[in-house]
Every structure is written in C-alpha cells, then in structure tokens.
C-alpha cells in the first residue's frame, strides 16, 4: 500500500512538473524588454520593475498587502475601489511614495505605464504561449485589460489577477501589471479627491 502511494506521489510531481512550460527564455525577453522601455519611456531615470518593487515593500511595510495571495491583491485592488472620499491612509500612502521614488510621476507616462502589459503580451504571443492551457487565461486577460484601457475598472482588474498563474505570482514580471493597475488607480483616487496630479510630489 504504501509502495502504491509513493509510485502516485512520484508519477502526480513528475505530471505536475511537465505540465508548466519552459519559460526561462520568455522571462529573460520580457526583462530585457522592460529595460529598453526604461532607457526608452523613462528616459534611463530608474528601472520600471524596480520602481514597481519599491511600490509593493511600501504596500507590505503599511499593511495594505499582508500576504502574496491572490486574495491579498484582489483585497489591495478592492479596498481601494470601495474607500471612502478623502481618505487619509491613501494620501499617506501616495506621500510614501512619492518621498521613496525619485520620479514617481513619470509612472503614469502612457509609455512607462503600458511596458509591464506589452512587453508581455508581446513575448507571450511571439513564443507561442498565449494559446498554451497554463498561459491562455492570463494572456486574455492582460490583453482584454489593456485594449479595454480602463484600469480602474474593477471586474478586469480582478480577471487579471484571478487568472494571473500562481507560481508566477512571486515574479515582478508577472505581478507588474497588477502593480501598475494599483498605481494608476491610487493616481487617479489621488487626483479626484485631493486635487493632486502628475509632478504634484508630496513631501513630508
């Protein structure tokens, strides 16, 4: 019996294993993709995925992320959705922000926003894995959200995480988007209640 659950562990990690595709190559064209975006979008000032990481250990730091769930970034997303007019804990945040990154407003530049989308999107297709079963769900996903051009809309932002793979949720390739979505939303959220907008940068 117990020589029958071993062979069935063993044969469910190989399965598991060969069913996740090889993507060591896809993730280095992404990542270098991202890096001629920054010399290109971001004029060489700073790295979009290290902008972006700042961001999360910010989000984690204030307790508005408290785990590296999907539950956790729906939470962030749907928190922010639904907060109250003139909510102080944004503007703190913002402020955060804002006091971290050195240009933190070239972030919502059109090109700089849109790079953790299309570099992806880009690759995704031309290796092959849009159509791929473990791929196919976040690459329409990604794409619906992009071409829709509306990042604060919930539903989509919610689809993108949901269908974000889970493995790869540990990955600022993968999690930029939802990163960039939050961000954008914090912007616009910023903006409509305090009046603050693009190179308005806060300090304490």
Partial sequence: MIKQIIVVFVFLVFFSCKSLPDDTDLNKKIT???????????EGLFNIYEYYTVIEQILFKEKFLNGKSKMSYKKLIQDLHMAPKMDEKYLQLYKQISDKLKYPYKLVNPGVLQSPFNCVRFFLKTKGFESNTYYSNYYTSLNKLY????????NLNINLIE???KEKLSNIIYKAPILAVFYENLEYYIEENFGLVGNDIIKN
Avoid: R
């Fill in 163 to 165: 269908n974000t793979p």
């Fill in 32 to 42: 270098l993709c991202i890096e001629k975006s920054s010399t290109e979008y971001a």
């Fill in 147 to 154: 071409k829709s051009g509306l990042v604060d809309d919930l």
